[in-house]
């Protein structure tokens, strides 16, 4: 055991040598890591100025709540977006006009026929005719452009002067 002891008496300068070493160098350490922690800590606390929150998890928190909501009033737009779309191809938005002479000789082009179709050809005709005498007013549906009454060569045509809107 005195030769352990004699050893370790022998060897103990460089022993505290090694020992004050390591010291030093987890020292360098701990300050480049506090010097590196203060600079971290600068820009969280630049990030973080006015946002009204504390702390990072409570902003982060608030986000995600944010963007959720932002996703369902999105989902909910998008709905309605589709049934606006759906709707909009319904609507009877084009419109074609023939005006013409119905009884030759009996007046000008006062009569007329007036096709008002949506995308899909659906809607009606209507004509006019205007005599000196008389003058009489005719409604014929419409399903896919064609009309399950007879049509004149005028309301055919005021429907190809719709059709050709779209």
Known sequence: MSDLNSLIMEQLQWF????????????????????????????????MAGSGVENLETLLIDLKVQMDSIEDEQQQQRKSLE???????????????????????????????????????????????????????????LAVGESSYALSPEEVEAINLALQQG
């Open 16 to 47: 505290i040598g090694g020992v004050i070493l390591l010291i030093l160098i987890l020292l360098v350490m701990v300050l480049t890591q506090g010097a590196k922690l203060r600079k971290m800590r600068r820009k969280y606390d630049l990030m």
């Open 83 to 141: 049934l606006l779309l759906t709707k909009m191809q319904q609507v009877k938005g084009q419109v074609g006009i023939k005006r013409y002479n119905a009884f030759t000789g009996q007046g000008s082009d006062l009569s007329f026929s007036i096709a008002i179709v949506d995308e899909k050809k659906n809607g009606v005709v209507i004509s006019a005719l205007y005599s000196r005498d008389s003058s009489y007013v005719y409604a014929k549906p």
